[in-house]
């Protein structure tokens, strides 16, 4: 079963209150003004903000009335497509290699497990994988990434608890160019985004990469706990504002009804969602898709 197989499951509850609230708007409400006000109230509902909720309706009342839409399922599927088109839109090509991934983001969002479903993902497409333990901070943050690293069979590099992180990473990098690995994926520690020394420290473990591998595609990826709603916009917005973010994993998606917050990501801060994933095992982890995504909650 694929991963958006799984995650359909995930989204019931997204799709069935979308669902449920749309019928009972086009049961009671002919297109106009107080429909479409009502239509943005549902999307606000879903955690869509309320920039990104507005600029969503503008386009299908636009393309309604060019085409004279009266019909419910007509604007349902316009809605649809707008959801997609607004995805697509920020959408970036899969990464080139050699390739090094920087996962970032607050405490307890799941990075350490990611680094290993990630590692995982690109053994599967046949490419070497090192992971970097550059958390040294969390007590025995190393080791956990090693049971993970363990699990998927790849090589880790890691210091000391307490070590500085940039060494870290410059180690990994010195490796992974001498054994000419495809992918380097990076662990840091959780951080506050309001922490400005720990951003601080992000930005210098962003210029060790940038220095010693310019020949790598280096990716910085948000991992987002999909529950977080509305403040996860405020979160990568100020993490995209220290390192210029390239993208989003999203994590726990099997645990929300909720997941508006994408399009606001996609719409306002143009950052594409790159993996999504749903559940616990190594191969809960995959390539985002935004059609598959829009049909699991509409």
């Known amino acids: 079963m694929g991963i958006f197989s799984k995650l359909f499951g995930a989204l019931k509850k997204t799709k069935a209150s979308l669902s449920e609230k749309l019928r009972v708007l086009f049961s009671k409400n002919k297109l106009g003004n107080e429909f479409y006000e009502e239509l943005e109230e549902i999307l606000i509902s879903a955690d869509v903000s309320v920039t990104t909720a507005e600029e969503i309706v503008e386009r299908v009342k636009s393309q309604a009335i060019a085409e004279k839409l009266k019909d419910g399922d007509y604007v349902t599927n316009v809605l649809k497509t707008t959801l997609i088109q607004m995805l697509e839109e920020s959408e970036v090509e899969p990464p080139a290699y050699p390739c090094v991934i920087m996962l970032v983001g607050v405490n307890g969002v799941g990075k350490t497990t990611t680094v290993g479903k990630l590692a995982h993902h690109f053994l599967k497409q046949g490419k070497t994988v090192t992971v970097a333990a550059a958390d040294t901070f969390r007590a025995a943050a190393s080791e956990q990434l090693a049971i993970w690293a363990e699990r998927a069979k790849v090589r880790i590099v890691k210091h000391e608890e307490g070590s500085d992180p940039s060494a870290v990473?410059?180690?990994?990098?010195?490796?992974?160019?001498?054994?000419?690995?495809?992918?380097?994926?990076?662990?840091?520690?959780?951080?506050l985004h309001v922490k400005e020394n720990l951003m601080n420290e992000l930005r210098k473990?962003?210029?060790?990469?940038?220095?010693?591998?310019?020949?790598?595609?280096f990716l910085k990826l948000l991992v987002l706990d999909a529950t977080t709603g509305q403040n996860a916009v405020s979160q990568a917005r100020v993490f995209d504002e220290a390192v210029e973010l390239d993208g989003i994993v999203l994590t726990k998606l099997d645990g929300t009804a909720k997941g508006g917050f994408v399009f606001s990501l996609s719409s306002e801060l143009s950052l594409p969602v790159l993996f999504a994933g749903v559940g616990e095992k190594m191969d809960d982890l995959e390539y985002f898709n935004s059609k598959d995504f829009v049909d699991g909650i509409l």
């Open 169 to 191: 990473i410059f180690d990994a990098v010195s490796s992974v160019k001498a054994k000419k690995t495809d992918v380097l994926i990076i662990d840091t520690a959780g951080r």
């Open 205 to 217: 473990m962003d210029r060790v990469v940038t220095r010693e591998f310019p020949e790598a595609d």
